[in-house]
């Protein structure tokens, strides 16, 4: 559209939205009027433009792709968009921090949200998880806790290393997700170069009927590159929005980032004796006994037009999975079925669905949920809006609806299990393993300094407990957060 004229949003021709219509009075000014409507609804509208912002990931940048099958993985999962070596299928990204509001800095260390919305023939699939492959809680209960922990606190209204460390010492099955969080890949230079981790275990199922257990990865093609500590920081300041810019500019020059999916798939005769780390999003699978099995490549390849309309409107929920991909009793992703779409009707309205960045590309029929705020759709005309009609044009699938069957054994044991999830040596011996393993000695260096300086401000007996946790992981970690906290002049 050439030089638009400007109207009403009810499309009523306007000459000017630049200037209101004023009575002119004796010695200059003037008295607006009620009849000035178009000022009204200026002023109205700006009133309304903010909505809740997510509670938690508010921070955010995004863009459109594509995801490609570059592996035949059938004979694990029916998924139809997994299927068929070349087959392409549409993407939403949306990658953010977790603590800062909507307008914080991107630079900062923190875990990465990292959520694609594919866009498949069979409904909407989404993966909402984040860039480092564990989780800080076990329990979905502690989650509001532990997020309002690396918040603010609510007297001074800031962020507070205090009630950070109060929170992780009393609840030490978080160790492991904290060593990465100190880590260098939590001040990422740039969001194109991250890893990504759906972190529960999901279920594939066959076209067969057989379930296997599995884990989706998301490895950039260009490599994993950090900041140090300190650039992070002083980028916070120089530009709070530089991860969006890096990828709006990249993407807008073509030079388009991308990642390749990977799965680690589990047999259940290998998930029989598993233990614990089956359904403990503080664990990881071992790679050498679960190798990463390539399924295909996203790339992004096209900035949202409109940044409230295409990402901020966005709503990702594990729930969405499609036939071939099931939930599994792990508690933390139970849970989060139903947290995401009761957060979207909040931040959204009922509707949200029907919103471009959420809606399905594939026909959708649900005459039972209709009408409420927003509805932007036929609404299904005149469909009977009760079920089991014989007059519906829709019909009833005779298949199992719900794609989720359970190995019975490995599951009820697994749910068993999850009442006594005291932490025990079990939950150090993978940070152990990251420490002496993963970590080289100038990382592990830099590890300790990152922790230290959190604990600048923190009371001496919390600063204890710390070290305290540490040691559990190894006796050394311990003995150096000690020392070079004493050693350090401000404490
Ligand atoms: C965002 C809840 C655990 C990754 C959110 C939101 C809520 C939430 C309410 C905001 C959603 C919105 O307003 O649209 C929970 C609960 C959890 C949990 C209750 C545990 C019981 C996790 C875990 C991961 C994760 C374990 C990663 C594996 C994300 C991501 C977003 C998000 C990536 C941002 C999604 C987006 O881009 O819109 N979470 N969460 N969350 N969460 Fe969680």
Redesign the pocket.
């Known amino acids: 559209m050439s030089n638009p004229k400007f109207t009403t949003a009810e499309g009523h021709p306007i000459p000017d939205p630049s200037v209101s219509l004023t009575l002119p009075t004796i010695g200059g000014g003037g008295i607006t009027t009620l009849g000035d409507t178009v000022l009204l609804e200026t002023l109205a509208h700006f009133n309304r433009e903010r909505i809740p912002e997510?509670?938690?990931?508010a921070k955010?940048s995004?863009a459109w792709g594509e995801f490609e099958v570059t592996n035949d993985i059938s004979k694990y999962t029916s998924a139809k968009f997994l299927n068929g070596v070349g087959k392409k299928t549409p993407v939403l990204w949306?990658?953010?921090t977790?603590a800062g509001e909507r307008g914080a800095a991107d630079t900062v260390r923190d875990v990465r949200?990292?959520?694609v919305k594919f866009f498949t023939e069979e409904g909407n699939h989404d993966i909402?998880?984040?860039h480092i492959p564990v989780?800080f809680?076990r329990d979905?209960i502690r989650?509001?806790s532990l997020n309002r922990s690396h918040k603010r606190d609510p007297a001074t209204n800031r962020p507070d290393w205090t009630m950070f460390w109060d929170f992780h010492v009393n609840q030490p099955e978080s160790v492991h997700a904290l060593m990465h969080l100190f880590g260098s890949r939590t001040v990422p230079d740039s969001i194109r170069r991250i890893t990504g981790?759906?972190?529960?275990t999901f279920k594939l199922v066959a076209a067969d009927g057989k379930i296997r257990y599995c884990k989706f990865h998301f490895k950039p093609t260009a490599g994993v590159t950090s900041w140090s500590s300190h650039d992070a920081t002083r980028m916070a300041g120089v530009n709070p929005d530089f991860h969006g810019q890096d990828l709006w500019d990249a993407i807008a020059r073509g030079e388009y980032p991308a990642w390749k999916l990977y799965l680690q798939v589990m047999e259940p005769e290998q998930a029989e004796n598993y233990g614990r780390a089956l359904f403990d999003?503080t664990k990881v699978w071992s790679h050498k006994d679960f190798p990463l099995i390539e399924v295909g490549q996203m790339t992004l390849n096209k900035n949202p037009e409109n940044y409230f309309a295409e990402i901020e409107q966005?709503?990702?929920?594990p729930a969405n999975m499609v036939p071939g991909i099931a939930m599994t009793p792990d508690p933390?992703l139970q849970?989060?079925m139903?947290?995401?779409a009761?957060?979207?009707r909040?931040?959204?309205g009922v509707n949200y669905t029907q919103l471009p960045p959420n809606r399905a590309i594939c026909p959708v029929f649900a005459p039972f949920e209709r009408d409420g705020y927003g509805t932007i759709t036929r609404n299904y005309g005149g469909e009977p809006n009760y079920v089991r009609s014989t007059l519906s044009t829709g019909r009833v699938s005779q298949q199992a609806v719900y794609n989720t069957p359970i190995t019975e054994r490995i599951e009820r044991n697994a749910i068993l299990a999850q009442n006594e999830i005291q932490v025990d040596d079990d939950d150090y011996i993978q940070p152990r393993k990251f420490w002496i393993r993963v970590m080289d000695d100038n990382e592990k260096r830099l590890w300790i300094a990152n922790v230290v300086e959190t604990l600048e401000t923190v009371p001496p007996q919390l600063r204890d407990a710390v070290a305290a946790m540490f040691s559990n992981v190894d006796a050394r970690i311990g003995e150096a957060l000690t020392a070079k906290a004493r050693n350090n002049a401000h404490i």
Request: hydrophobic residues 55%; charged residues 10%; proline residues 5%.
């Open positions: 997510r509670v938690v990931h955010a995004g949306r990658l953010s977790t949200g990292f959520a909402v998880g984040n989780f809680v979905p989650f509001p981790f759906g972190v529960h999003i966005a709503a990702f929920s933390m849970a989060r139903f947290a995401y009761d957060a979207a909040y931040r959204l």
